[in-house]
């Protein structure tokens, strides 16, 4: 077996994901590496000395750079707020640590340029978390196209909706900021469906967008008894032509009431079509022309199981039992310590980070100027 130190900077709220599917994706797989989780990060020896026995790690440190400079840490994670990820990632890269870094890749598309540009320096492996990608039903929708089972691509419509951020009494924490989020729903929400965008139907060539904040101001940490201003957007809507021509909708919202994680898409193609949404984790709805016009043709429902993508790693092998949020991010760690222990490469990359990085700027201006805009 081949051991895998583990660096983790930040332990917030995606922290416990990581760790978890750190410690345990090798067991689910069976495979030829098991990982150590060796040092933790985090902004005060207090919060990391606590996380690191919270979440299992060996040491902990408040000084991320002990942790990209170590010679215990071959794998560096990165889930810390968007504003820290472009520092944290290249130090890491030239200090020749494979760097997993959380979505978006940065703020700006000036920084994850900078973030690519070390990466491909490095030579090192690099990826960034957009984790939904290695859903079994979406790795699967992604198989359905390429092996031409939907005929030619017409249009897609994609969104990521929650209501969480409609509380007007929720602090003005990072996400809530410009300068550290980048975007609001757009970056939180938003990337996770532009990268979907990108991975099932290709890159995009222009965007006509439009965006809206209801909540201007919040409570301002730690007690609340002042009010800061929010500067980014509650929602964002937006269309999309795709280089290849096809047709697209990408809308998200964290004010979005009732939805509670409704990552949903439906890829429209000439023979047939498939839907899917977050909240119904395990299946796929796919429609096929193939079934003919017996008035008994519709949408079907698959569930996803042993026979389908990443399916050895389901713990209980039986279709339905599935997978959920946590498994898209033990398959996501797995292919990247796969591709450490094994050699060979993993997607998405810094590369894919900062497509969606400068998707967002484009729809931002495009928002700003009420106008198209081409991505370059
Ligand atoms: N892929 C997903 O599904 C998913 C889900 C949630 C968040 N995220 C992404 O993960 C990242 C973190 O989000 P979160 O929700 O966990 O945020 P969070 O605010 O809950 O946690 C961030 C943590 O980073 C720590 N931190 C701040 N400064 C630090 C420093 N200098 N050194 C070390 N640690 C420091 C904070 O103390 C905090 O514990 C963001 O980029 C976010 O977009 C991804």
């Known amino acids: 077996l081949k051991e895998i130190k583990v660096g983790l900077i930040g332990a917030g709220q995606v922290a416990k994901a990581h760790a978890v599917a750190l410690a345990s994706s090798g067991v689910l ?16 020896p207090e919060l990391a000395k606590s996380a690191s026995a919270r979440l299992g790690f060996l040491e902990s440190t408040s000084d991320w750079k002990q942790l990209t400079r170590s010679d215990n840490v071959e794998l560096v994670d990165i889930v810390t707020p968007t504003h820290l990820h472009s520092d944290q990632a290249i130090d890491a890269l030239e200090h020749g640590k494979t760097v997993l870094c959380e ?54 419509r994609c969104s990521f909706m929650e209501d969480w951020g409609g509380n007007p009494d929720l602090p003005l924490t990072w996400r809530f900021q410009l300068e550290k989020a980048g975007a609001g729903a757009l970056a ?31 409570p301002l940490p730690p007690d609340g ?8 957007d509650d929602a964002t809507m937006c269309l999309i032509e795709f280089k290849n021509g096809v047709l697209g909708r990408m809308e998200t919202s964290w004010a979005s009431t009732g939805r509670r994680v409704a990552l949903e898409f439906e890829v429209t193609g000439a023979e047939g079509s498939a ?16 079934s003919g016009a017996s008035g008994m043709e519709g949408y079907r429902t698959l569930l996803m199981g042993p026979l389908h993508p990443y399916g050895t790693g389901i713990v209980f092998p039986a279709p339905g039992c599935g997978m959920g949020y946590e ?7 797995h292919d990247l310590l796969s ?25 931002q201006r495009s928002a700003r100027e009420e106008s198209w805009v081409d991505l370059t």
């Open 188 to 218: 939180d929400l938003g990337s996770h469906a532009l990268d979907l965008c990108r991975f099932l139907c290709g890159d995009i060539g222009s965007v006509c967008a439009t965006q809206a904040r209801y909540i201007d101001e919040r």
């Open 225 to 232: 008894r002042r009010r800061g201003k929010v500067d980014v």
């Open 327 to 333: 498994e898209s991010l033990v398959n996501e760690i």
């Open 103 to 156: 979505k978006p890749l940065s703020t700006s598309s000036r920084e994850a340029r900078r973030m690519y540009d070390a990466a491909r320096k490095s030579g090192k492996l690099n990826m960034v978390g957009f984790n939904y990608r290695r859903l079994p039903a979406v790795a699967l929708c992604k198989k359905m196209i390429e092996s031409g089972e939907l005929g030619k691509i017409l249009h897609f």
């Open 29 to 44: 797989f069976g495979t030829n590496y098991r990982t150590s989780l060796s040092v933790l990060a985090e902004a005060t």
């Open 275 to 290: 839907h899917y949404n977050l909240e119904q984790t395990n299946e796929l709805h796919v429609f096929s022309k193939m």
């Open 339 to 363: 591709a450490m222990t094994d050699g060979g490469t993993v997607s998405p990359t810094f590369y894919d980070g900062l497509q969606v990085n400068l998707a967002i700027e484009a729809i």
